[in-house]
């Protein structure tokens, strides 16, 4: 076991209650990020990559939603043990999160200054002056122009690609050691969205921070990431290093997640799709859980989920599939 | 016609039975309305004596075998009143809200339907009517055209009718715009069939439920209004009626003004209960799930 | 700033002059003859011409809209048919009662109601939120004469904790307060049913926010993102539903007036329906309009300070 990963999740199952059944959203989560690291959630929506990052900040709705199992350690201490107040003192502190949505996830009746430096009054123990000072060099570090004649506007007063900026701001304000990106740029412009993923790249390197970024994007993902794990159904299926990932795919949802993605370089006439789509949380099959869109699959694919294991010479990449990853004796199954 | 009545009945009644149902705790609401209901109607056969019948001999008595819930200052039995006060109140809170309901949704409805000028001016004149207290509203019409049963209805369904006209115009202006709608007016279907057999189904469940609420407040306005000496004129009994004048008794028979109030209460309490377990039927938020 | 209270202010006027023609139709366009409830149907011909012509009902419908008009623009809203003396006078003698018991009464109901609103939006679906659904929905259904005759004989007649009629000396503030009491929490009583409503349901709005989270990710405690965050945003709706409740407020406190035998607008208007005061009863409809309007800028105005989306200009 590896005592240095800045964050290490382990068995992690969070789970729904519909209609007074609980149905896990996810599943038996196994990842881990170290220092400066990129750790990129890739998966289509609806596959638990939000989940997640909100079990890992322990804010899922409860109810109806509720952490079933697994821990979460970060740099030792497990999170999901913690007393709330505990985990209080480090949610925006030592780990911040970015939201989707910038339009709706800013309060509209408070100034955007006074809710990047709120962060700063309850985490750290400076002044109120300070906290401003703080708040507007913040803002200038994400490029909002004139920052200390905006800090007193309110949120409807920016543009979406400018209060993602606030958000980032807001995230950033007491410097955490792990930020979790959920989606920042998908609710932006092309042009926008570029400038904000450059502009997060820069800071995580100059607070030398590990990220996690979720995204359906392959191609933010090629650009941005370290390390990726690919989640479907509420399952992670595929953890490689970003080059591994991209040129031997071994999941076969990952091979064509990245077929789907249009490509400049390779003069491929149709751009293929997934049939079907991620089944919802009540409807998951028993076996594996992308096995009725599976061209390779296997009556035991129906049958049972198989292990997230390492490749043969690969401990960094490591797949769920029977066909090409699990070798376990397949005649030993039930 | 039998094609488009099924299709939109079915639904209809389908949504309100499902989000009735999610509120069990308006069922006692029905029920209780059932029991007010059949006290109405069935008023001269289970009251012990007529309403308006004086013994002189038994004033401010107390409940007993002989008067179930005792008698007022004329001797008159209190129970029998109130038996016979609930088919002025239910027929007054019922009329005057479907009165308002069909005047309101037609003023809507051509409101939406036509647009423009004769839209805005409809819509003006019934946000200031609506901004004028219902009570005070109903107050003063009764006192201009003078105590009556009918004026009663009147003024209780003009205050009821801009209500109704806001709720039939919303949903008549965006379903207007359906291409179906445009199609049935190039195929030449006149403006009152379309709104007759397109937009009013449409709209029909909402302004079901908003009678419901309203049938709440129509029925405590008549008491109100009645209690102040503006309603169905004595000697017909009137709960609000009857309060005021246990009230202006209250030292000899506290129960005089008690009873019949309890009633009243009932009565407002069964239509809002009814009414708070459809209003999710209205409600857009809800709607979506 | 000041711009924009200035330009609410001129938007009511219309508003004002809409309700007060709406006023002026119901009194002289619905049939009937005014001269003739008035009198009865027993009064003369010669009485009644002599009425209508009191009235102004004689001269031309447009005459006596101006005339209507002008008079309640320069103060004027006529003579008491029975008193002779001026409708304004008689308001104003007891306007301070009026004023006391609706901004008591509103009180009442934010004091209570807005605590128990986010109470039970917090706790939604519990038995708490079961017990004060059922409660407002009592509360709503009460009409306001019959609490008022419920809580005189519970706290005057059996407890006579309160003084039965609540009129006392304005001079004297105890006296004053005493008299208040009962009708004031018979008012706020059925308030509260109101606004714990609205509170409820626009904090369930407010707390499905993504702002929200927003807020819980950044470790703020908790009481704190329930007052700054959610209740900021929740007030707002909740400023236009009590705004909208003007309506109940003062049809309750006619009849809460009534009951205590409390001087006030409600008892002026009963009085000059039982004694036929045409001219008094019309006044006192201007003066709830003016009420109403004045109401309306109020909540517009509250409402544009405390959301930042409106804009000032």
Same mark, same amino acid.
């Given at each position: 076991?590896?005592?240095?990963?800045?964050?290490?999740?382990?068995?992690?199952?969070?789970?729904?209650?519909?209609?007074?059944?609980?149905?896990?959203?996810?599943?038996?989560?196994?990842?881990?990020?170290?220092?400066?690291?990129?750790?990129?959630?890739?998966?289509?929506?609806?596959?638990?990559?939000?989940?997640?990052?909100?079990?890992?900040?322990?804010?899922?709705?409860?109810?109806?939603?509720?952490?079933?199992?697994?821990?979460?350690?970060?740099?030792?201490?497990?999170?999901?043990?913690?007393?709330?107040?505990?985990?209080?003192?480090?949610?925006?502190?030592?780990?911040?999160?970015?939201?989707?949505?910038?339009?709706?996830?800013?309060?509209?009746?408070?100034?955007?200054?006074?809710?990047?430096?709120?962060?700063?009054?309850?985490? =750290?123990? +400076?002044?109120?002056?300070? *906290?401003?000072?703080?708040?507007? %060099? !913040?803002?200038?570090?994400?490029?909002?122009?004139? $920052?200390?004649?905006?800090?007193?506007?309110?949120?409807?007063?920016?543009?979406?690609?400018?209060? =993602?900026? +606030?958000?980032?701001?807001? *995230?950033?304000?007491?410097?955490? %050691? !792990?930020?979790?990106?959920?989606?920042?740029?998908? $609710?932006?412009?092309?042009?926008?969205?570029?400038?904000?993923?450059?502009?997060?790249?820069?800071?995580?390197?100059?607070?030398?921070?590990?990220?996690?970024?979720?995204?359906?994007?392959?191609?933010?993902?090629?650009?941005?990431?370290?390390?990726?794990?690919?989640?479907?159904?509420?399952?992670?299926?595929?953890?490689?290093?970003?080059?591994?990932?991209?040129?031997?795919?071994?999941?076969?949802?990952?091979?064509?997640?990245?077929?789907?993605?249009?490509?400049?370089?390779?003069?491929?006439?149709?751009?293929?799709?997934?049939?079907?789509?991620?089944?919802?949380?009540?409807?998951?099959?028993?076996?594996?859980?992308?096995?009725?869109?599976?061209?390779?699959?296997?009556?035991?694919?129906?049958?049972?989920?198989?292990?997230?294991?390492?490749?043969?010479?690969?401990?960094?990449?490591?797949?769920?599939?029977?066909?090409?990853?699990?070798?376990?004796?397949?005649?030993?199954?039930? | 016609?039998?094609?488009?009545?099924?299709?939109?009945?079915?639904?209809?009644?389908?949504?309100?039975?499902?989000?009735?149902?999610?509120?069990?705790?308006?069922?006692?609401?029905?029920?209780?309305?059932?029991?007010?209901?059949?006290?109405?109607?069935?008023?001269?056969?289970?009251?012990?004596?007529?309403?308006?019948?004086?013994?002189?001999?038994?004033?401010?008595?107390?409940?007993?075998?002989?008067?179930?819930?005792?008698?007022?200052?004329?001797?008159?039995?209190?129970?029998?009143?109130?038996?016979?006060?609930?088919?002025?109140?239910?027929?007054?809170?019922?009329?005057?809200?479907?009165?308002?309901?069909?005047?309101?949704?037609?003023?809507?409805?051509?409101?939406?339907?036509?647009?423009?000028?004769?839209?805005?001016?409809?819509?003006?004149?019934?946000?200031?009517?609506?901004?004028?207290?219902?009570?005070?509203?109903?107050?003063?019409?009764?006192?201009?055209?003078?105590?009556?049963?009918?004026?009663?209805?009147?003024?209780?369904?003009?205050?009821?009718?801009?209500?109704?006209?806001?709720?039939?115009?919303?949903?008549?202006?965006?379903?207007?715009?359906?291409?179906?709608?445009?199609?049935?007016?190039?195929?030449?279907?006149?403006?009152?069939?379309?709104?007759?057999?397109?937009?009013?189904?449409?709209?029909?469940?909402?302004?079901?439920?908003?009678?419901?609420?309203?049938?709440?407040?129509?029925?405590?306005?008549?008491?109100?209004?009645?209690?102040?000496?503006?309603?169905?004129?004595?000697?017909?009994?009137?709960?609000?009626?009857?309060?005021?004048?246990?009230?202006?008794?209250?030292?000899?028979?506290?129960?005089?003004?008690?009873?019949?109030?309890?009633?009243?209460?009932?009565?407002?309490?069964?239509?809002?209960?009814?009414?708070?377990?459809?209003?999710?039927?209205?409600?857009?938020?809800?709607?979506?799930? | 700033?000041?711009?924009?209270?200035?330009?609410?202010?001129?938007?009511?006027?219309?508003?004002?002059?809409?309700?007060?023609?709406?006023?002026?139709?119901?009194?002289?366009?619905?049939?009937?003859?005014?001269?003739?409830?008035?009198?009865?149907?027993?009064?003369?011909?010669?009485?009644?011409?002599?009425?209508?012509?009191?009235?102004?009902?004689?001269?031309?419908?447009?005459?006596?809209?101006?005339?209507?008009?002008?008079?309640?623009?320069?103060?004027?809203?006529?003579?008491?048919?029975?008193?002779?003396?001026?409708?304004?006078?008689?308001?104003?003698?007891?306007?301070?009662?009026?004023?006391?018991?609706?901004?008591?009464?509103?009180?009442?109901?934010?004091?209570?109601?807005?605590?128990?609103?986010?109470?039970?939006?917090?706790?939604?679906?519990?038995?708490?939120?079961?017990?004060?659904?059922?409660?407002?929905?009592?509360?709503?259904?009460?009409?306001?004469?019959?609490?008022?005759?419920?809580?005189?004989?519970?706290?005057?007649?059996?407890?006579?904790?309160?003084?039965?009629?609540?009129?006392?000396?304005?001079?004297?503030?105890?006296?004053?307060?005493?008299?208040?009491?009962?009708?004031?929490?018979?008012?706020?009583?059925?308030?509260?049913?109101?606004?714990?409503?609205?509170?409820?349901?626009?904090?369930?709005?407010?707390?499905?926010?993504?702002?929200?989270?927003?807020?819980?990710?950044?470790?703020?405690?908790?009481?704190?993102?329930?007052?700054?965050?959610?209740?900021?945003?929740?007030?707002?709706?909740?400023?236009?539903?009590?705004?909208?409740?003007?309506?109940?407020?003062?049809?309750?406190?006619?009849?809460?007036?009534?009951?205590?035998?409390?001087?006030?607008?409600?008892?002026?208007?009963?009085?000059?329906?039982?004694?036929?005061?045409?001219?008094?009863?019309?006044?006192?409809?201007?003066?709830?309009?003016?009420?109403?309007?004045?109401?309306?800028?109020?909540?517009?105005?509250?409402?544009?300070?405390?959301?930042?989306?409106?804009?000032?200009?």
């Amino acid at each position: 076991m590896n005592q240095e990963h800045l964050l290490e999740v382990r068995n992690l199952t969070t789970a729904f209650r519909i209609q007074g059944n609980l149905f896990p959203a996810v599943r038996g989560i196994d990842l881990h990020l170290d220092r400066n690291e990129t750790l990129a959630l890739v998966g289509e929506s609806g596959c638990g990559k939000s989940i997640t990052a909100l079990s890992i900040m322990r804010l899922i709705p409860q109810p109806p939603g509720e952490i079933v199992s697994g821990e979460v350690f970060m740099k030792g201490i497990d999170l999901l043990t913690l007393p709330e107040e505990r985990m209080r003192k480090i949610r925006g502190n030592k780990m911040a999160m970015i939201f989707q949505e910038p339009m709706t996830s800013l309060n509209p009746v408070l100034t955007v200054g006074f809710q990047i430096m709120e962060a700063l009054i309850y985490h =750290q123990d +400076v002044t109120n002056v300070k *906290a401003k000072e703080l708040a507007i %060099e !913040i803002m200038n570090q994400v490029k909002i122009p004139s $920052a200390s004649r905006r800090f007193k506007d309110y949120p409807h007063q920016f543009s979406g690609g400018q209060r =993602q900026r +606030v958000m980032i701001a807001m *995230a950033l304000a007491c410097r955490p %050691e !792990i930020i979790l990106a959920d989606e920042p740029t998908t $609710a932006l412009d092309v042009t926008i969205q570029a400038q904000i993923l450059y502009l997060l790249a820069e800071l995580k390197r100059e607070y030398s921070m590990a990220m996690i970024f979720i995204t359906h994007n392959l191609g933010i993902v090629a650009s941005i990431a370290d390390r990726v794990a690919v989640m479907y159904g509420g399952e992670i299926v595929e953890v490689a290093p970003v080059g591994d990932l991209f040129e031997k795919p071994r999941h076969p949802y990952t091979e064509m997640l990245l077929r789907a993605v249009p490509r400049v370089d390779l003069n491929i006439e149709k751009l293929s799709y997934i049939p079907g789509q991620v089944p919802s949380i009540d409807r998951m099959p028993p076996g594996c859980h992308y096995a009725p869109r599976c061209d390779l699959r296997m009556e035991l694919c129906d049958r049972q989920d198989a292990d997230l294991v390492p490749l043969p010479g690969e401990p960094a990449h490591r797949v769920r599939c029977w066909i090409r990853g699990d070798s376990r004796e397949i005649q030993d199954k039930p | 016609m039998s094609n488009v009545s099924t299709r939109f009945w079915n639904p209809l009644f389908a949504r309100l039975w499902f989000v009735f149902n999610r509120n069990r705790i308006s069922w006692i609401g029905v029920v209780l309305l059932l029991i007010l209901v059949s006290l109405a109607v069935l008023a001269p056969v289970i009251s012990p004596y007529n309403p308006v019948e004086q013994h002189v001999m038994d004033q401010f008595r107390g409940p007993s075998a002989k008067y179930w819930l005792g008698t007022d200052e004329y001797g008159r039995d209190l129970f029998t009143r109130i038996v016979w006060g609930a088919r002025i109140s239910l027929t007054v809170g019922t009329v005057s809200v479907i009165l308002g309901m069909i005047i309101g949704s037609i003023l809507g409805m051509y409101a939406g339907y036509k647009g423009g000028v004769r839209d805005e001016f409809i819509m003006r004149v019934m946000d200031v009517f609506m901004s004028i207290p219902t009570l005070l509203m109903g107050l003063f019409v009764v006192a201009v055209l003078g105590p009556s049963t009918m004026n009663l209805i009147i003024a209780i369904a003009l205050t009821v009718v801009p209500r109704f006209a806001r709720i039939a115009r919303a949903p008549t202006v965006s379903i207007k715009e359906r291409d179906y709608i445009e199609a049935c007016r190039a195929m030449g279907f006149s403006d009152l069939r379309i709104m007759l057999v397109h937009v009013l189904p449409n709209i029909l469940g909402d302004i079901m439920v908003m009678g419901s609420l309203w049938v709440a407040t129509a029925v405590r306005i008549e008491a109100s209004l009645s209690f102040i000496g503006l309603g169905v004129p004595p000697p017909t009994p009137t709960w609000g009626g009857m309060v005021r004048e246990g009230f202006e008794k209250m030292l000899d028979s506290p129960g005089a003004s008690i009873y019949p109030g309890i009633f009243i209460l009932l009565t407002v309490f069964a239509f809002n209960l009814i009414g708070d377990g459809l209003r999710d039927v209205i409600d857009p938020r809800l709607r979506e799930s | 700033m000041i711009k924009f209270v200035l330009n609410r202010f001129l938007l009511s006027i219309p508003t004002l002059l809409a309700i007060l023609t709406i006023v002026f139709l119901i009194a002289r366009v619905i049939p009937g003859d005014p001269a003739s409830v008035i009198l009865g149907d027993s009064a003369s011909q010669e009485a009644l011409e002599n009425l209508r012509h009191r009235l102004g009902l004689d001269q031309s419908l447009i005459q006596q809209y101006i005339q209507f008009i002008t008079g309640v623009f320069r103060g004027n809203l006529g003579d008491s048919l029975v008193s002779g003396t001026s409708v304004m006078r008689e308001v104003l003698n007891v306007l301070p009662y009026t004023i006391d018991l609706t901004i008591a009464g509103v009180l009442i109901g934010i004091v209570f109601g807005v605590p128990l609103g986010i109470l039970t939006a917090l706790y939604r679906n519990s038995f708490l939120d079961f017990i004060a659904r059922i409660l407002s929905l009592i509360g709503l259904s009460f009409p306001a004469f019959y609490s008022a005759i419920l809580l005189i004989i519970v706290f005057s007649l059996q407890l006579g904790w309160f003084p039965v009629i609540s009129s006392g000396n304005l001079l004297d503030p105890v006296q004053r307060l005493h008299h208040l009491i009962l009708p004031a929490c018979n008012l706020g009583l059925i308030m509260v049913a109101y606004v714990t409503r609205a509170t409820r349901s626009s904090m369930l709005d407010v707390l499905r926010e993504d702002y929200m989270r927003t807020a819980k990710a950044k470790g703020i405690p908790g009481m704190v993102i329930l007052f700054r965050h959610a209740l900021r945003n929740a007030l707002i709706p909740i400023i236009t539903v009590i705004g909208l409740y003007i309506g109940v407020l003062v049809g309750n406190s006619v009849l809460t007036e009534i009951v205590f035998n409390r001087p006030g607008l409600g008892k002026l208007i009963i009085g000059a329906l039982n004694q036929r005061d045409y001219t008094m009863l019309q006044g006192l409809m201007v003066v709830y309009s003016i009420i109403i309007v004045i109401t309306n800028l109020i909540t517009d105005l509250t409402y544009g300070f405390s959301d930042p989306r409106v804009k000032y200009s």
